[in-house]
């Protein structure tokens, strides 16, 4: 199984602003999955983040407002940038087990106002 | 249209007894589904893997099952305890990708 950890855990951002969010795996993986989990919702797979190329983006998200990096096989960011209150979620990365199964990080609680 | 369709009421029994939970899904021809328990303010958790050539799948306490013709699958708990409490949620996948559709999930109570 793999580690994940997420910084920051929360925050709490104004209207038009940007948030780094950071994803840490305790070992190599090749691929990293962004998802968002608004209020009382189920999760909803942003994009996928892969070492060496360009992030897959989810229909309905694009680049301009999430942008991802992948610097190295143990680490990812996403910005959340422009940031409106609809924007308030938990955000997750995860990773692909060695079964298919994910490992998901504790999340990162944003609230816009 | 594609949809994954968990029950959205929560599903509260006795300890001790057996939960149920049901996962139906619709225009999907997944090759896996997965079952995870997320608690509040956490992430998901990993709980069982069952491929479209596989009926059942049992881990301790925690049985699957998949019905391809049906398109639902079902998640039992045997002798549930109140520390089963969370929400379950099924996803699946869809292609070669990993990527993972998932369910809206059921909240479950267990009452001591």
């Known amino acids: 199984s793999a580690v994940i950890s997420q910084k920051p855990s929360r925050d709490i951002c104004q209207r038009g602003t940007s948030l780094t969010i950071q994803c840490q795996v305790d070992s190599q993986v090749t691929m990293m999955f962004w998802y968002r989990q608004q209020p009382g919702q189920s999760l909803t797979l942003i994009a996928t983040?892969?070492?060496?190329?360009?992030?897959?983006?989810e229909s309905g998200f694009v680049i301009d407002k999430f942008p991802i990096s992948r610097p190295n096989l143990t680490f990812s960011t996403l910005t959340v940038s422009n940031m409106s209150p609809e924007d308030s979620s938990i955000y997750l990365c995860s990773v692909v087990g060695t079964s298919y199964e994910q490992y998901f990080g504790p999340g990162t609680r944003l609230t816009v106002t | 249209s594609q949809k994954i369709e968990q029950n959205s009421e929560a599903l509260n029994i006795q300890e001790g007894k057996t939960a149920t939970l049901t996962c139906n899904y619709t225009?999907?021809?997944?090759?896996?589904l997965q079952w995870y328990r997320q608690d509040p303010g956490r992430g998901p958790v990993f709980l069982l893997l069952i491929r479209e050539n596989e009926k059942e799948k049992r881990k301790e306490r925690l049985k699957v099952t998949f019905d391809t013709t049906l398109k639902q699958s079902l998640f039992h708990i045997t002798a549930s305890q109140p520390a089963d409490s969370a929400t379950y949620l099924c996803?699946?996948?869809?292609?070669?990708?990993?990527?993972?559709?998932f369910g809206s999930g059921t909240r479950l109570l267990v009452r001591p």
């Open positions: 225009n999907y021809s997944p090759a896996y």
């Open positions: 996803a699946l996948v869809s292609d070669s990708s990993y990527k993972l559709i």
């Open positions: 983040a892969n070492q060496g190329s360009e992030a897959t983006y």
